[in-house]
């Protein structure tokens, strides 16, 4: 894995944190990761399917 640095709002960290105090992730960067996928899946690898 490569490292990247991003700029979030303070609301999407407080959403990340969140999200991990829930237990639904153990770390923001597992939280990034999975949205990161879901997005390509569905941006970019069913649009190339659907071609």
């Known amino acids: 894995m490569k490292l990247v640095t991003v700029?979030?709002?303070e609301?999407?960290?407080e959403g990340?944190?969140?999200l991990?105090?829930?237990n639904m992730y153990p770390s923001r960067s597992s939280v990034i990761r999975s949205s990161v996928r879901d997005l390509l899946k569905k941006e970019?690898?069913?649009n190339k399917r659907n071609r």
């Open 44 to 46: 970019l690898w069913e």
């Open 16 to 18: 990340l944190d969140e």
């Open 20 to 22: 991990v105090r829930a």
């Open 7 to 9: 700029l979030l709002p």
């Open 11 to 13: 609301a999407y960290l």
